[in-house]
């Protein structure tokens, strides 16, 4: 399970991680605290799922969300810097998406989605559309978040 090797990740190397989750609405805290011991290395999640809770729980600028959406590079990136200042974190992961049905433009499809991961040493925000239904697409992202985060430490 992808959840139990972050953990064990981030076990060995003493990091605590904290998230912070928009589309995904709380699957990436709920995937990380099914593992038993997860709160040796688990300090929080932020679900900020409206843009007032990203501006004032985790600091997103409200230049960013104006210049370049709700759901963008910028805004993931300031989604994941806030929730590891927020909680003291070594690392963070962040998302924000569109999971759909509805709400999608040519430019902002339903499926897109902003992963950001912020490790000590690096900082990262990673693109992708999922074409599957409204829960697929948020199951897939937690996990896609996830693995990333895991391939990320594993560099």
């Known amino acids: 399970m992808i959840a139990q090797i972050l953990g064990d990740s981030l076990m060995k190397r003493g990091w605590k991680i904290a998230v912070a989750e928009s589309c995904t609405g709380g699957l990436i805290g709920h ?9 040796r290395y688990f300090l929080g999640d932020v679900v900020a799922y409206s843009n007032e809770a990203k501006l004032t729980l985790l600091g997103v600028k409200e230049i960013t969300i104006h210049k370049y959406g709700a759901v963008s590079r910028e ?10 200042k927020l909680f003291k974190a070594n ?7 569109i999971a759909g049905p509805g709400d999608g433009t040519s430019e902002k499809p339903v499926g897109l989605a902003y992963i950001g991961l912020l490790t000590p ?5 990673n693109r992708y559309i999922f074409k ?14 996830l693995e990333d985060m895991v391939n990320l430490l594993e560099k």
């Open 121 to 125: 040493k690096k900082m990262v925000v």
């Open 31 to 39: 995937l990380i605290t099914n593992v038993p011991g997860s709160s």
């Open 132 to 145: 599957e239904k409204r829960e697929e697409t948020k199951e897939k992202i937690a996990l896609k978040a």
């Open 75 to 84: 805004c993931a990136e300031e989604m994941v810097k806030g929730v590891v």
């Open 91 to 97: 690392v963070g992961i962040s998302t924000t998406g």
